[in-house]
């Protein structure tokens, strides 16, 4: 099957850096996905990675490394409108494609 | 451009009743999937499609039927509603494989009484 972990919960302060890791377990890896989900809205794609290395987009990055089976998520100038639930999911040759238990982040003023 | 259209957007319902949720997409995508999310969780995949015709289970596919006629619909049918299902339903789709780039649709808040 396929498993993966993040950390529940994770704060810092308007304009700091914050780190969201993910460690996954899965057979046929394809890819590395990031989403972000405010509070009763639907998940938002923000960041992909198939190869190793760091992807970036904006104030966000995306990091993979396949041999780990670990990716992270990098953001960079926290707003207060970060302040959100970020999902890593994997992706296989299976086509599947499963979600990580979830990380809120909570942006302080 | 519509994106990813869910109806209903709330909807109760009576234990042991059945109903369909339905889920279009207007992007010409081939990949789409049913997820459910219960308070404070991830998603958790239900059932997903590779294209027309084609579908197969995810993690939690008990009480839930799918099927895949054309490209744009991909409706989710509870059998037999049980309270475990109360949930917040998403459908999602994407153009290519691996996850990269899924579209959301707003969602459907089920409550099963």
């Known amino acids: 099957g396929q498993s993966l972990e993040q950390p529940s919960e994770v704060t810092a302060v308007e304009g700091a850096i914050v780190q969201i890791n993910c460690t996954y377990q899965?057979?046929?890896?394809?890819?590395l996905s990031w989403y972000q989900q405010h509070d009763g809205g639907a998940p938002t794609f923000l960041s992909y990675?198939?190869?190793?290395g760091l992807e970036e987009t904006g104030r966000f990055s995306s990091f993979l490394s396949r041999s780990d089976s670990y990716g992270y998520l990098l953001l960079q100038e926290l707003q207060m409108k970060d302040s959100a639930s970020y999902f890593c999911?994997?992706?296989?040759?299976?086509?599947?494609?499963?979600f990580g238990p979830g990380t809120r982040l909570s942006v302080l003023p | 451009n519509a994106g990813v259209t869910q109806t209903p957007k709330f909807q109760v319902l009576k234990t042991g009743q059945s109903m369909t949720l339905q889920c279009a997409q207007d992007?010409?995508?081939?990949?789409m999937s049913w997820y459910r999310q219960d308070p404070g969780m991830g998603l958790r995949l239900i059932h997903y499609?590779?294209?027309?015709?084609?579908?197969d289970q995810g993690e939690v596919p008990n009480g839930y039927n799918v099927s895949r006629s054309t490209t744009e619909d991909f409706p989710l049918r509870l059998l037999s509603a049980a309270p475990s299902q109360t949930s917040v339903y998403f459908c999602?789709?994407?153009?290519?494989?691996?996850?990269?780039?899924?579209?959301f649709g707003s969602g459907t808040r089920l409550t099963v009484v």
């Open positions: 999602a789709s994407s153009l290519g494989q691996g996850g990269r780039g899924y579209t």
């Open positions: 899965t057979s046929g890896f394809y890819g």
């Open positions: 990675n198939a190869l190793d």
């Open positions: 999911a994997v992706g296989n040759y299976g086509q599947n494609f499963v």
């Open positions: 992007m010409n995508h081939e990949y």
């Open positions: 499609s590779v294209g027309a015709g084609i579908t």
